[in-house]
T-cell receptor, first 113, second 115 residues
């Protein structure tokens, strides 16, 4: 089945630690996105990528980093510089173009230990 | 700052009624509009997309778009308790020169359908 796989489902971060969230898709989509969702809030865009080896900052990129070495994979690292990392992280993918909807993985819930 | 506004709710309707969810957006050049459903603790699921003025129907769902008023809505007919969820409105924000396009999401409207 085609889809977007995020792992792990739950992640705990210690102070001063970097953690990496995985996102893999087999939909052959060119574009991939990372969002953060806080309770009662909408989705805020962290980073996005339309092609391999290229990515753009979203609205809240500070304290995060990404890479796009393969079309299928778009991992997100939450660095120790992100002082309030507790949130629900969602990865999405789409075909490129303004008319294309985004499809989401099941998300990773990150908490501070 | 380009914005998408939704009433946070909750919108409470009895089973079998029509639920009407509304969304306004600030970017006049937006071309694509999407409705997502998000159950508590789950990820958003695409339920409707609309690109031109007027109505688009899919089963019990109807999306309505009025670009002049910068307004998009979602009607759910014969509402069921299983429709209880948060509904997110998303609008594309295109960057003409780069060809990039991203979605801006509203904060969502919580719908509660009582049996």
């Amino acid at each position: 089945d085609g889809g977007i796989t995020q792992s792990p489902k739950y992640l705990f971060r210690k102070e001063g630690q970097n953690v990496t969230l995985s996102c893999e898709q087999n939909l052959n989509h060119d574009a991939m996105y990372w969002y953060r969702q806080d309770p009662g809030q909408g989705l805020r865009l962290i980073y996005y990528s339309q092609i391999v080896n290229d990515f753009q900052k979203g609205d809240i990129a500070e304290g995060y980093s990404v890479s796009r070495e393969k079309k299928e994979s778009f991992p997100l690292t939450v660095t120790s510089a992100q002082k309030n990392p507790t949130a629900f992280y969602l990865c999405a993918s789409s075909q490129t173009g303004v008319s294309q909807p985004q499809h989401f993985g099941d998300g990773t819930r990150l908490s501070i230990l | 700052q380009k914005e998408v506004e939704q009433n946070s709710g909750p919108l409470s309707v009895p089973e079998g009624a029509i639920a009407s969810l509304n969304c306004t957006y600030s970017d006049r050049v937006s071309q694509s509009f999407f409705w997502y459903r998000q159950y508590s603790g789950k990820s958003p699921e695409l339920i409707m997309s609309i690109y031109s003025n007027g109505d688009k129907e899919d089963g019990r769902f109807t999306a309505q778009l009025n670009k002049a008023s910068q307004y998009v809505s979602l009607l759910i007919r014969d509402s069921q308790p299983s429709d209880s969820a948060t509904y997110l409105c998303a609008v594309n924000i295109g960057t003409v020169n780069s060809g990039y396009s991203t979605l801006t999401f509203g904060k969502g409207t919580m719908l509660l359908v009582s049996p």
